[in-house]
C-alpha cells in the first residue's frame, strides 16, 4: 500500500519532544519524592498520559494518519480513563 503524501518531519521536531519528554520523566521523578499526598498517583496518571499522547502523535505519526485512528485511539484512552475512575471509586468505597 503506497502513501499519497509524504510526510517527512524534521529532525529538529523528535529533538524537542525527546527533550519534552525527558523533563516529564524528571517531573515525574521529583513528584514521586514530593509529599503531595494522594495526588501524587494523580499527577503521575496525568503526566504519563501526556507522555503516552506525545509519543503516539509524534513518534507512531498519528498527527499525519487518517483521522479514523485518531478516534480509535481516543476511544482507547475514554476507556482506559473509565477503568482507572472505576476502580479509583471501588477503593474509596470499600
Given at each position: 500500500?503506497?502513501?499519497?503524501?509524504?510526510h517527512?518531519?524534521?529532525?529538529r521536531?523528535?529533538?524537542?519532544v525527546?527533550?519534552?519528554?525527558?523533563?516529564?520523566?524528571?517531573?515525574?521523578?521529583?513528584?514521586?519524592?514530593?509529599n503531595?499526598?494522594?495526588w501524587?498517583?494523580?499527577?503521575?496518571?496525568?503526566?504519563?498520559?501526556?507522555k503516552?499522547?506525545l509519543?503516539?502523535y509524534?513518534?507512531m505519526?498519528?498527527k499525519?494518519e487518517?483521522?479514523?485512528?485518531?478516534?480509535?485511539t481516543?476511544l482507547?484512552?475514554?476507556?482506559?480513563a473509565?477503568?482507572v475512575?472505576?476502580?479509583f471509586?471501588?477503593?474509596?468505597?470499600?
Amino acid at each position: 500500500m503506497e502513501s499519497k503524501h509524504k510526510h517527512i518531519t524534521p529532525y529538529r521536531h523528535y529533538a524537542v519532544v525527546l527533550v519534552v519528554l525527558l523533563f516529564l520523566t524528571a517531573v515525574t521523578v521529583i513528584a514521586a519524592f514530593a509529599n503531595i499526598g494522594a495526588w501524587g498517583i494523580g499527577l503521575a496518571l496525568l503526566i504519563a498520559s501526556v507522555k503516552v499522547f506525545l509519543v503516539l502523535y509524534y513518534f507512531m505519526h498519528l498527527k499525519v494518519e487518517n483521522s479514523i485512528f485518531a478516534i480509535f485511539t481516543g476511544l482507547v484512552f475514554l476507556m482506559m480513563a473509565i477503568t482507572v475512575v472505576i476502580t479509583f471509586f471501588d477503593y474509596l468505597y470499600r
